[in-house]
């Protein structure tokens, strides 16, 4: 590896560039192969030779719906792992389609492509399981779990019962919920968190204290519209920064002033929660980013020889700016 970073820092290119045009270059532009090759001369070094392999040195990534604001940060977090490695990244967007197993066994040519795979907040059940051990190819999942494979994902309970208990600690009494479609295993979580939260501090918890939309910052918006047509909240816990954005935008047509008005915690951590001073629950993405792709080199790699039947859950921790006392 000390070699590849001399030529890479030779030829003003990446570690993954230089990776790719050792083992891929029908990838890589002319002119970009050209210089890493005069780099490989200038620093005297001479890649090893490749034996015949069926590796195509892909990771992929299973995202069940590809317009999830979640998915840039994952993405680009993913691919910062990858970038000292051979491996590169290979999107595959499911179209709301949770049926991993079924979508790669009608898209065999997709399945040749890939060494690994992170599939992302989706439900695996044995015969999936199955299918992909079958294939040989290893596996672990992201927000979501799995009895029968490594699976990291997020306490969403504990994380949305430690965010109400934050503001209730503050002095806030009237504490709405937003969130978005019910029946999704992560908002049930993080709405029974705050349900219990308010409970357990003597609160009557009231429905019309709670509003849904689509997950984005436009549903974030409308949720945000159609509470204050119901009720005064005085704190507001938005299931996710995504919906908090929206928020914002509605507080800022209607002069609400944050905190002095209405105290707001999110759940994510997302970079743009920094940029707008949004306290909210960090889900510490780039630690299940590393333990994932580092899992998946070491399968491939050979430092683990079988499946891991392993569920690590990580519970989210405050983290405080400005919009709340």
């Avoid at 357990?200 to 918890?205: I, Q, R, T, Y």
């Avoid at 047509?253 to 707001?264: F, V």
């Avoid at 399968?299 to 405080?320: A, D, F, H, Q």
Wanted: contains cysteine; positive net charge.
């Amino acid at each position: 590896m000390t070699r590849i970073k001399e030529v890479a820092e030779e030829a003003g290119v990446s570690l993954s560039t230089v990776s790719r045009v050792i083992n891929r270059p029908n990838l890589v532009k002319s002119e970009t192969k050209e210089k890493v090759y005069d780099a490989m001369k200038a620093v005297e070094y001479e890649p090893p030779k490749k034996e015949a392999s069926s590796k195509s040195y892909i990771i992929g990534l299973a995202i069940p719906d590809i317009n999830i604001d979640f998915v840039g940060e994952l993405i680009r977090r993913i691919e910062q792992e990858l970038d000292a490695t051979q491996y590169d990244l290979l999107l595959f967007n499911m179209k709301r389609k949770r049926e991993i197993s079924r979508y790669f066994r009608e898209n065999a040519a997709f399945r040749k492509k890939v060494d690994a795979m992170i599939i992302f907040s989706s439900t695996l059940d044995d015969e999936c399981v199955d299918f992909f051990r079958s294939m040989k190819i290893p596996i672990v999942l992201l927000q979501s779990r799995c009895s029968r494979e490594k699976s990291i994902s997020t306490n969403n309970y504990l994380g949305a019962f430690d965010a109400v208990q934050f503001l209730i600690d503050r002095g806030y009494k009237k504490i709405a919920f937003i969130g978005w479609n019910p029946e999704d295993d992560h908002i049930s979580d993080r709405f029974n968190g705050y349900k219990n939260a308010i409970e357990k501090a003597g609160f009557v918890f009231k429905s019309e204290m709670t509003s849904f939309a689509s997950l984005s910052i436009k549903g974030g918006y409308e949720a945000t519209e159609k509470l204050f047509e119901r009720c005064s909240p005085d704190a507001i816990f938005y299931a996710t920064d995504t919906m908090a954005y929206g928020g914002y935008r509605y507080f800022g047509e209607k002069k609400i002033r944050i905190p002095d008005d209405l105290g707001l915690v999110g759940f994510d951590d997302f970079e743009m929660a920094s940029v707008m001073g949004l306290t909210t629950m960090k889900q510490f993405i780039q630690v299940k980013v590393n333990m994932a792709v580092s899992y998946l080199l070491d399968r491939l790699s050979g430092n683990i020889k079988m499946p891991l039947k392993e569920e690590i859950c990580v519970t989210p921790r405050i983290v405080k700016r400005g919009s709340t006392k």
